[in-house]
Nanobody
């Protein structure tokens, strides 16, 4: 089992940047595929970015070229660098960890990102 704690959210002006972090407890972090999701008010949770345990990445079209997912296995942490932020990026951002052996998934508690002038 793994516990996830997100941080780094906040209020930023359009065009600004934020870096979200997701720290995972427990061992064997490297076997987890990691993802970021977001949920805007009144909308369903949506996938944002994904990184396999081997380092391959994938992004939803709306964030390609602006967001970058990365991980530091030594620190048991995954990051989401968000640049050129838009008001439509406003949401609670959630970290997800998928154990690639058991296929069990885990969620963090979320961190609020608000993009507004």
């Amino acid at each position: 089992q793994v516990q996830l704690v997100e941080s780094g959210g906040g209020l930023v002006q359009p065009g600004g940047s934020l870096r979200l972090s997701c720290a995972a407890s427990g061992s064997s972090f490297s076997i987890y595929a990691m993802a970021w999701y977001r949920q805007a008010p009144g909308k369903q949770r949506e996938y944002v970015a994904f990184m396999t345990s081997g380092g391959s990445t994938n992004y939803v079209d709306s964030v390609k070229g602006r967001f970058t997912i990365s991980r530091d296995n030594a620190k048991n942490t995954v990051y989401l660098q968000m640049n050129s932020l838009k008001p439509d990026d406003t949401a609670v951002y959630y970290c997800n960890a998928l154990n690639t052996i058991t296929l069990l998934g885990y969620w963090g508690q979320g961190t609020q990102v608000t993009v507004s002038s």
